[in-house]
């Protein structure tokens, strides 16, 4: 089964009112390609979630930054997956490692939110990465594969689940990742993924890279055979005459 193209924009904690619309109003008059050939989301805090939703055209869909772990409650300031389906949001992003380095947040408790988010129906991009002291010490493998068993130990189906590999000295750094260095993880955890999962899983989920991404680095990575799509930052909140998210295909 051939992978569909994704193209995710994560704004991380960043904009206004004013800023928001702003580049909705770019994305509204971007060239995308069709939703046959690519998939593009697009990441607002949660404040700006319903006006994004409100406002941006129908083929680019909206995804949340994280949500809680299980059902909501009495767990102050957080936005539980239930919350996400009543707005009429399809995706999560989980386990950015933002969430995991500053916010703690370990393995096993990102594989219970990918687990919750999918049982409530939400899609999910499910961040995994090494460190430069860990790629330095030539342990980049062993940690990707140790997030991802994590998840694969909480869930059986991977058709809603997105897997991005974002290395994390990559992030918002400038430093993106040779086409050749991002090539080998991702072919590695599709190897993972026919050893630990299936062969179907291994060839259908989609594995997308991020890290400094941007139009100018964006076409040679694509290049890549196990590389299908991008989680982008800082360069999909830019809003100028050269913003395109068709630029990142
Ligand atoms: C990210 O935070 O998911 C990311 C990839 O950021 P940047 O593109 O800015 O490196």
């Known amino acids: 089964m051939a992978r569909k193209f994704f193209v995710g924009g994560n704004w991380k904690c960043n904009g ?3 800023e928001v619309k702003k580049i909705v109003s770019t994305l509204n008059e971007a060239e995308i390609p069709s939703e046959d050939a690519v998939e593009v989301v697009v990441s607002p805090p949660f404040v700006f979630l319903s006006l994004v939703k409100s406002l941006l055209r129908s083929d ?7 949500c809680w772990v299980r059902k909501g409650g009495a767990f102050t300031g957080e936005v539980s997956a239930e919350m996400l389906v009543n707005l009429g949001i399809p995706w999560v992003i989980l386990g950015h490692s933002e969430r995991r380095l500053i916010l703690n947040e370990s393995n096993e ?63 918002g750094t400038g430093k993106v990742a040779t086409p050749a260095q991002a090539q080998e993880v991702h072919a590695e955890l599709r190897k993972w993924f026919q050893t630990n999962v299936s062969a179907e899983v291994a060839g259908s989920v989609r594995i997308i890279y991020g890290g400094s991404v941007n139009g100018a680095n964006c076409k040679e990575l694509a290049a890549q055979p196990d590389l299908d799509g991008f989680l982008v930052g800082g360069a999909s909140l830019k809003v100028n005459s050269s913003y395109k998210f068709a630029s990142f295909i």
Not at 60 to 66: D, G, K, L, M, S
Not at 116 to 130: N, P
Not at 136 to 155: P, R
Request: proline share 1%; glycine share 6%.
């Open 16 to 18: 206004t009112n004013e």
């Open 60 to 66: 680019i869909q909206v995804a949340a930054q994280n």
């Open 109 to 171: 408790f990102v594989g219970d939110k990918v687990a919750y988010a999918l049982s409530q129906g939400i899609k999910v991009i499910a961040c995994v990465g090494e460190t430069l002291e860990q790629r330095e010490s030539g342990s980049t493998i062993e940690v990707v594969a140790a997030q991802t068993k994590a998840i694969a130990d909480k869930i059986s189906n991977w058709d809603n689940v997105v897997l991005a590999y974002e290395p994390v000295w990559a992030i």
